[in-house]
């Protein structure tokens, strides 16, 4: 038997359609291992070509973090830079990371955190210079796929 969907999800488990669905399979929680789970799902895939709820949208890829922006002002002799973005949406693995790279070099690289609000992210850094300089912003996935921005150039200070 196979339940596709999971419906409405409740802390009460008589009111849990995904405790139900399990229940109903009569799986257990661990009762399989992850090939046995992916192969179900391929299984599942096939049918109706992976189309199996009315309300479900097409499979999208990784995507690259969103509204990415660059700020600058001036302190005494340093300049603090400011990166914004909002999250990039996952595809089917979970995100692991953003990265922040300035002029083609790795600067910070940050473990993914779920985007609660609609603040961006946001991180620092002070400059002693008054170069141009260009920013990415890339996020990966647990299987290692990776998407960027398109870059974002901070004039001269």
Known sequence: MAIIGIGHIDDDPEKCQLTSNME???????????SERIAIEATAARAK?????????????LTAPGDVTVLQSRE?????????WNTAYAGDAPMTS????RDGNKVKEIP????????PFS???TLNDRDVHTYVLKVTDAKGRIAESEPVTMGIA
């Open 98 to 101: 953003y990265e922040i790279w």
């Open 112 to 119: 993914f955190s779920t985007q609660i609000t609609t603040d």
């Open 76 to 84: 005494q002799d340093a300049r603090m830079v400011t990166v914004n």
């Open 123 to 125: 991180w620092s850094e």
């Open 49 to 61: 070509e992976g189309k199996t709820n009315y309300f479900q949208l097409a499979a999208i890829p």
């Open 24 to 34: 109903a399979a009569q799986i257990l929680p661990d009762g399989l291992t992850e």
